[in-house]
């Protein structure tokens, strides 16, 4: 594990669906390359159950990680911890 800070860490965390207090479930999205919060936030309006609340952090750079997923895992750190 890497020693230096993910730079997702203040990322945004944008939510939709059932306010916290009154979810029974909690669904945490994550978004695409390149993509964002509110495009992963767009499909929980087609499971329409009232009682969900949905949460989508924001990935640094639009990317979860720098480089494709098949360097070795060391190059794509701290992105990934």
């Known amino acids: 594990m890497s020693k230096r800070p993910s730079p997702h860490v203040g990322q945004r965390v944008e939510t939709a669906g ?3 207090s009154k979810a029974r479930l ?10 964002s919060p509110s495009d992963i936030l767009g499909l929980g309006q087609y499971l329409a ?9 924001t990935a640094a750079n639009r990317s979860w990680w720098p480089h494709s997923f098949l360097v070795p ?9």
Do not use: K, T, Y
Request: glycine share 10%; aromatic share 10%.
């Open 18 to 20: 059932a306010p916290i």
């Open 26 to 35: 909690v669904v945490v999205m994550a978004h695409g390359r390149g993509g």
């Open 49 to 57: 159950i009232p009682d969900i609340a949905f949460f989508a952090p």
């Open 73 to 81: 895992l060391e190059e794509n750190e701290p992105w990934l911890d």
